[in-house]
């Protein structure tokens, strides 16, 4: 089993900026792929971005360039920096981590941003 906590959400105005960290802990060993996904009101879960455990990255088109996805040493932690919010960023920001056979979530963390 593995166990994802998010933290870093909040309230920010428009252009400013945010880092999101995800905290693995369990069997992370199995882990091969970790990423964020947003779900705003009335819409689909969708993936914002993910990075392997060797370190390739992807990107949603609608963050590429304004966020960053990164992983400590011990591939146990995963960022989320973002920059230039805007409005339509507004969701709750959940971790996932992807292990051969294994889909796990975090509860999520709201992110809202104020035009």
């Known amino acids: 089993q593995v166990q994802l906590v998010e933290s870093g959400g909040g309230l920010v105005e428009a252009g400013g900026s945010l880092r999101l960290s995800c905290t693995a802990s369990?069997?992370?060993?199995?882990?091969?792929?970790l990423g964020w996904y947003r779900q705003a009101p009335g819409k689909q879960r969708e993936l914002v971005a993910l990075?392997?455990?060797?370190?390739?990255?992807n990107y949603a088109d609608s963050v590429k360039g304004r966020f960053t996805i990164s992983s400590d040493n011990a591939w146990n932690t995963v960022y989320l920096q973002m920059d230039s919010l805007n409005p339509e960023d507004t969701a709750v920001y959940y971790c996932?981590?992807?292990?051969?056979?294994?889909?796990?979530w975090g509860r999520g963390t709201q992110v809202t941003v104020s035009s």
């Open positions: 996932n981590a992807l292990s051969i056979n294994t889909n796990y």
């Open positions: 369990g069997s992370i060993f199995r882990i091969n792929v």
């Open positions: 990075i392997t455990r060797g370190g390739n990255t």
